[in-house]
T-cell receptor, first 115, second 114 residues
Framework: KNQVEQSPQSLIILEGKNCTLQCNYTVSPFSNLRWYKQDTGRGPVSLTIMTFSENTKSNGRYTATLDADTKQSSLHITASQLSDSASYICVVSSTLTGTASKLTFGTGTRLQVTL | DADVTQTPRNRITKTGKRIMLECSQTKGHDRMYWYRQDPGLGLRLIYYSFDVKDINKGEISDGYSVSRQAQAKFSLSLESAIPNQTALYFC?????????????FGEGSWLTVV
């Protein structure tokens, strides 16, 4: 069964600090891995998409890594801001065309950035 | 204005009632989706459509129906709502020709069935 597991479930950090969120998956065959940010009560917004051949991808202060051999990904947030407080969802696609019916969603990591 | 608009944003309905959630998009995408999100669970696909009048079941389609009468609109219906359909529902769109088939989500519709 295709699964995406994220850790930790929740995290509290001080503003300005860095943090790393983890994603392990057992989805096969693998097509791409996506990270989304979901503010409370809002829809998820795409941060990064990585294919099999990509090891790292950045979007501002967000850097995602992918190790397709160990089926692990991480999302590193640098110099956190209060606006980074949100849930971060890891999503793995198991088809070459990215058909939505083959997307497996993680349950997310809830990040809270405090003063 | 949002590219993917859902109405209503919040609704409380009684068990057994029919409820429709509507979605419209201005992105010009052919592909549209309905997901539900429950606490402690990842988003799950209910139905999806790749074109007008094209309808495909997702992983949890039982108890739901959809209609795609126009490219920009995709509606989700609960014919006879039950309490375990209480959830946050998201409409989404995508275009496989651009951006690695990024999924664009609406703002969500909170549905409570009492």
């Amino acid at each position: 069964k295709n699964q995406v597991e994220q850790s930790p479930q929740s995290l509290i950090i001080l503003e300005g600090k860095n943090c790393t969120l983890q994603c392990n998956y057992t989805v096969s065959p693998f097509s791409n891995l996506r990270w989304y940010k979901q503010d409370t009560g809002r829809g998820p917004v795409s941060l990064t998409i990585m294919t099999f051949s990509e090891n790292t991808k950045s979007n501002g202060r967000y850097t995602a890594t992918l190790d397709a051999d160990t089926k692990q990904s991480s999302l590193h947030i640098t110099a956190s801001q209060l606006s980074d407080s949100a849930s971060y969802i890891c999503v793995v696609s198991s088809t070459l065309t990215g058909t939505a019916s083959k997307l497996t969603f993680g349950t997310g990591t809830r990040l809270q950035v405090t003063l | 204005d949002a590219d993917v608009t859902q109405t209503p944003r919040n609704r409380i309905t009684k068990t057994g009632k029919r409820i429709m959630l509507e979605c419209s998009q201005t992105k010009g995408h052919d592909r549209m989706y309905w997901y539900r999100q429950d606490p402690g669970l990842g988003l799950r696909l209910i139905y999806y459509s790749f074109d007008v009048k094209d309808i495909n079941k997702g992983e949890i389609s039982d108890g739901y129906s959809v209609s795609r009468q126009a490219q920009a609109k995709f509606s989700l219906s609960l014919e006879s709502a039950i309490p375990n359909q209480t959830a946050l529902y998201f409409c989404a769109t995508s275009d496989p020709r651009t951006g690695g088939n990024t999924i664009y989500f609406g703002e969500g519709s909170w549905l409570t069935v009492v």
